[in-house]
């Protein structure tokens, strides 16, 4: 609670998500290079200027740049230009597809899902993450609870709880050896969709019971993609199909919208 | 009822709706009592949309009345889906992408010119009566959805509501199946899968004339693109080793579930690799080595190239009428003639087919579950590539060949060292074999810069 007051969790965020590039780089041999990166990086911030000037609204550089950090770590491309344009459509998103005064898509995931389904150029780094982190990843994904609280992160809670349980159904049913579910949910990819991708607090439904429920629904959904229609990365998909629905589960549970200033003291609709 | 033994090769196919393919794979098994043992599978797969050409083949050596093939696949298949093929193909594929070794002759440092020679020099792949049957099959609640005789194989399709079924009538048949693969099988079987079971028709093989089994290639529409293992590791406590050459228009195939992990490659190690005729020693070291590395857990990518080209060739590109034959529909049958060749570059039209090996070894406790693949844009090339240097033997002086001559043994002690680190052969060893002179190695200026710092 104390730590919140003091920084803004997206500074937690990036750092996490700037060490994982960082690691992914240098022992996961991702192919990524300084000026790939500090052209998403400034594409995004770009646009992001771009669409506050228009709007008239103050600048901040951090959600952009959190966006853009997820772009990098899940997404792959033959040529960076293809990330940039992911990241351009994420940013633009934020402004353009709106109800309510809020945005309706996870940023980064809208941008991820747009050009994988619209070009053949770009693929996800699913196995590139491997599953030797998972125990790293799950702490530093619940360390943001000390930042966002732990209520907060009831969409990626209840999104890992919900897909585990059906996950190990499934394995029960097939009669599989429970190695296989456990090995199915050490994926990295995984991992850093749920914490770093999913948790973001701005998309997410404004109660708890309404995030439960968002959780619940988003697992569902992604496992009926994955292992019935065999969609490889359905959790994403999944993310994106699902996020309109968190319209009407505000509407069904209310609760308090949440702002990345509420415990700081700027005050803006588009970061 | 005598039960034979049986050697088993599994693949697996699965259906679905929707946009990636389910290919088979192949792993086989052997008989508790045999004295067989898992070397090396090797499946060649083609996958285009939602289409899949799998060939699979297996370096068995007994005899070929114990030899028997199961593979799950999503549906029954057609007489024209399946065929049998040549295994020079397989080798060609397996010389064309294996690693290599290049050698390189320094020049004369008094002046320069460069020699360059790629020796062909791949490392091998490490080979590494009808009415009652179906009566009493039915009873099981087994049923024999087609029969072909395909090449020298005897074919079936089986589909089953219990595994239990389906393997009390393949032990009845005379297959024994490994303990633990009731639980596997009953996996597949309720993910809607018929099995596909192949043995060999002694009249035909004997007719055939060929002394080695050829490869069965299967052809399927399935969204899923996967390679099922876990057959292969029902009743095996050891590792197994399967070679993967997959064939795309796009790019790259990687797994993802498991991490793809490209070979060390480019580096220079000692001539006496190829002096002594130590390359596939060197290759098998190197891959327990980074399979170590990785703590058993990674698929190797191994080399990565467009189909139209090679640099250094190891063996020429596949001529289109080979890859026809292994399934890539998308290229025409009018051949372009392979040509012995050290290098051939990009020609102005391409084939459009990008050849990646992935080469695997697996057991139960590090790949629990089948191998899932994906296509990707990714058109990088890469290949396995260990460089060799022979050092220059002129007399010719000059200061530069003094330089030479200086920086000499030290690069023979790096080379020395990538060999022990890339194989982990012992250093002392690989210098002593090397014959770097160690006097000169460890009292060089160099290593000992303190020697005339203070005046004795």
Same mark, same amino acid.
């Given at each position: 609670m104390q730590i919140r007051q003091i920084i803004d969790p997206r500074y937690y965020q990036l750092a996490v998500q700037s060490s994982l590039l960082i690691w992914g780089m240098i022992y996961l041999d991702f192919s990524l290079d300084v000026s790939a990166i500090t052209s998403v990086i400034g594409?995004?911030?770009?646009?992001?200027?771009?669409? $506050?000037?228009y709007y008239q609204l103050n600048f901040n550089s951090l959600s952009a740049i959190n966006s853009s950090m997820s772009i990098l770590l899940l997404l792959h491309a033959s040529h960076f230009a293809w990330l940039a344009l992911a990241i351009a459509l994420a940013i633009a998103s934020k402004f353009v597809l709106r109800w309510n005064n809020r945005h309706i898509f996870n940023p980064s995931n809208i941008g991820i899902v747009a050009v994988l389904l619209f070009s053949d150029s770009t693929w996800l780094a699913s196995g590139q993450w491997g599953h030797s982190l998972w125990w790293g990843l799950l702490l530093?994904?619940?360390?943001?609870?000390?930042?966002?609280?732990?209520?907060?992160?009831?969409?990626?809670?209840?999104f890992l709880v919900f897909f585990a349980s059906l996950i190990f159904l499934r394995a029960l049913w097939l009669g599989d050896n429970l190695s296989i579910p456990i090995h199915q949910l050490q994926n990295g990819a995984l991992l850093i969709f749920s914490f770093f991708m999913l948790s973001d607090p701005m998309t997410s439904p404004n109660s708890a019971t309404g995030r439960v429920m968002f959780g619940g629904l988003l697992a569902l959904i992604a496992w009926v993609l994955q292992f019935t229609f065999y969609i490889p990365n359905a959790f994403l998909y999944a993310l994106a199909l699902s996020s309109p629905l968190v319209i009407v589960i505000n509407r069904i549970s209310w609760g308090k919208y949440y702002h990345w200033s509420q415990t700081l003291t700027r005050s803006k609709l588009c970061e | 009822m005598r039960v034979k033994p049986l050697y088993f090769? $599994?693949?697996?196919?699965?259906?679905?709706?929707?946009?990636n393919a389910y290919a088979f794979c192949g792993f086989y098994v052997a008989k508790a009592s045999s004295d067989l043992f898992n070397q090396s599978s090797q499946v060649v797969m083609v996958r285009d949309g939602s289409r899949n050409i799998v060939t699979m083949s297996s370096d068995f050596k007994g005899n070929v009345n114990e030899f028997a093939m199961v593979m799950p696949v999503p549906t029954v298949l057609k007489r024209e889906q399946i065929h049998v093929t040549d295994n020079k193909i397989i080798e060609h594929l397996d010389s064309y992408s294996a690693p290599r070794l290049v050698e390189y002759f320094d020049e004369n440092p008094c002046s320069p010119p460069v020699m360059y020679k790629m020796m062909p020099m791949a490392a091998p792949a490490m080979k590494s009566d009808s009415a009652t049957v179906k009566k009493r099959a039915r009873s099981l609640g087994v049923t024999i959805e087609a029969q072909y005789t395909v090449g020298e194989y005897d074919i079936m399709l089986l589909s089953a509501q219990q595994s239990g079924g389906l393997l009390t009538w393949l032990t009845e048949q005379g297959y024994k199946l490994p303990q633990g693969a009731d639980a596997v099988v009953g996996s597949y079987l309720k993910q809607k899968m018929k099995f596909f079971v192949a043995k060999v028709n002694l009249k035909k093989f004997n007719q055939s004339g060929y002394t080695r089994l050829r490869p069965i290639q299967i052809a399927y529409d399935y969204s899923r693109f996967m390679l099922p293992i876990r057959l292969g590791t029902v009743n095996s406590q050891g590792q197994q080793e399967l070679f993967i050459y997959a064939l795309s228009r796009q790019g790259r195939i990687e797994t993802t579930n498991y991490r793809t992990v490209k070979l060390p490659s480019e580096i220079e190690i000692p001539s006496y690799i190829k002096t002594q005729n130590k390359f596939a020693d060197f290759y098998r070291d190197m891959f327990r080595t980074q399979v170590k590395k990785q703590n058993n857990k990674a698929v190797f990518l191994e080399y990565a190239w467009d189909m139209n080209w090679c640099d250094p060739c190891a063996a020429d590109p596949l001529s289109?009428?080979?890859?026809?034959?292994?399934?890539?529909?998308?290229?025409?049958e009018a051949s372009n003639k392979p040509q012995i060749s050290q290098r051939r570059r990009?020609?102005?039209?391409?084939?459009?087919?990008?050849?990646?090996?992935?080469?695997?070894?697996?057991d139960r406790h590090n790949f629990p579950e089948d191998l899932l693949f994906q296509n990707t844009a990714n058109r990088e090339n890469f290949q396995g590539r260990y460089i060799i240097r022979h050092a220059w033997k002129g007399t010719e002086q000059c200061n530069a060949a003094n330089q030479y001559f200086k920086s000499l043994t030290k690069r023979q002690n790096q080379r020395a060292k990538n060999l022990s680190n890339l194989t982990g052969w012992n250093i002392n060893d690989i210098q002593k074999t090397m014959q770097i002179p160690q006097r000169s190695a460890s009292s060089s200026n160099e290593d000992m810069w303190w020697k005339d710092l203070w005046s004795q």
């Amino acid at each position: 609670m104390q730590i919140r007051q003091i920084i803004d969790p997206r500074y937690y965020q990036l750092a996490v998500q700037s060490s994982l590039l960082i690691w992914g780089m240098i022992y996961l041999d991702f192919s990524l290079d300084v000026s790939a990166i500090t052209s998403v990086i400034g594409c995004a911030l770009l646009v992001q200027i771009l669409f $506050t000037r228009y709007y008239q609204l103050n600048f901040n550089s951090l959600s952009a740049i959190n966006s853009s950090m997820s772009i990098l770590l899940l997404l792959h491309a033959s040529h960076f230009a293809w990330l940039a344009l992911a990241i351009a459509l994420a940013i633009a998103s934020k402004f353009v597809l709106r109800w309510n005064n809020r945005h309706i898509f996870n940023p980064s995931n809208i941008g991820i899902v747009a050009v994988l389904l619209f070009s053949d150029s770009t693929w996800l780094a699913s196995g590139q993450w491997g599953h030797s982190l998972w125990w790293g990843l799950l702490l530093l994904g619940l360390g943001l609870s000390l930042f966002i609280g732990l209520s907060r992160l009831l969409s990626s809670v209840s999104f890992l709880v919900f897909f585990a349980s059906l996950i190990f159904l499934r394995a029960l049913w097939l009669g599989d050896n429970l190695s296989i579910p456990i090995h199915q949910l050490q994926n990295g990819a995984l991992l850093i969709f749920s914490f770093f991708m999913l948790s973001d607090p701005m998309t997410s439904p404004n109660s708890a019971t309404g995030r439960v429920m968002f959780g619940g629904l988003l697992a569902l959904i992604a496992w009926v993609l994955q292992f019935t229609f065999y969609i490889p990365n359905a959790f994403l998909y999944a993310l994106a199909l699902s996020s309109p629905l968190v319209i009407v589960i505000n509407r069904i549970s209310w609760g308090k919208y949440y702002h990345w200033s509420q415990t700081l003291t700027r005050s803006k609709l588009c970061e | 009822m005598r039960v034979k033994p049986l050697y088993f090769f $599994t693949i697996l196919l699965l259906f679905s709706s929707l946009n990636n393919a389910y290919a088979f794979c192949g792993f086989y098994v052997a008989k508790a009592s045999s004295d067989l043992f898992n070397q090396s599978s090797q499946v060649v797969m083609v996958r285009d949309g939602s289409r899949n050409i799998v060939t699979m083949s297996s370096d068995f050596k007994g005899n070929v009345n114990e030899f028997a093939m199961v593979m799950p696949v999503p549906t029954v298949l057609k007489r024209e889906q399946i065929h049998v093929t040549d295994n020079k193909i397989i080798e060609h594929l397996d010389s064309y992408s294996a690693p290599r070794l290049v050698e390189y002759f320094d020049e004369n440092p008094c002046s320069p010119p460069v020699m360059y020679k790629m020796m062909p020099m791949a490392a091998p792949a490490m080979k590494s009566d009808s009415a009652t049957v179906k009566k009493r099959a039915r009873s099981l609640g087994v049923t024999i959805e087609a029969q072909y005789t395909v090449g020298e194989y005897d074919i079936m399709l089986l589909s089953a509501q219990q595994s239990g079924g389906l393997l009390t009538w393949l032990t009845e048949q005379g297959y024994k199946l490994p303990q633990g693969a009731d639980a596997v099988v009953g996996s597949y079987l309720k993910q809607k899968m018929k099995f596909f079971v192949a043995k060999v028709n002694l009249k035909k093989f004997n007719q055939s004339g060929y002394t080695r089994l050829r490869p069965i290639q299967i052809a399927y529409d399935y969204s899923r693109f996967m390679l099922p293992i876990r057959l292969g590791t029902v009743n095996s406590q050891g590792q197994q080793e399967l070679f993967i050459y997959a064939l795309s228009r796009q790019g790259r195939i990687e797994t993802t579930n498991y991490r793809t992990v490209k070979l060390p490659s480019e580096i220079e190690i000692p001539s006496y690799i190829k002096t002594q005729n130590k390359f596939a020693d060197f290759y098998r070291d190197m891959f327990r080595t980074q399979v170590k590395k990785q703590n058993n857990k990674a698929v190797f990518l191994e080399y990565a190239w467009d189909m139209n080209w090679c640099d250094p060739c190891a063996a020429d590109p596949l001529s289109n009428k080979e890859l026809r034959e292994l399934g890539v529909f998308w290229v025409n049958e009018a051949s372009n003639k392979p040509q012995i060749s050290q290098r051939r570059r990009p020609p102005q039209q391409g084939q459009n087919v990008y050849l990646s090996r992935l080469h695997v070894r697996y057991d139960r406790h590090n790949f629990p579950e089948d191998l899932l693949f994906q296509n990707t844009a990714n058109r990088e090339n890469f290949q396995g590539r260990y460089i060799i240097r022979h050092a220059w033997k002129g007399t010719e002086q000059c200061n530069a060949a003094n330089q030479y001559f200086k920086s000499l043994t030290k690069r023979q002690n790096q080379r020395a060292k990538n060999l022990s680190n890339l194989t982990g052969w012992n250093i002392n060893d690989i210098q002593k074999t090397m014959q770097i002179p160690q006097r000169s190695a460890s009292s060089s200026n160099e290593d000992m810069w303190w020697k005339d710092l203070w005046s004795q």
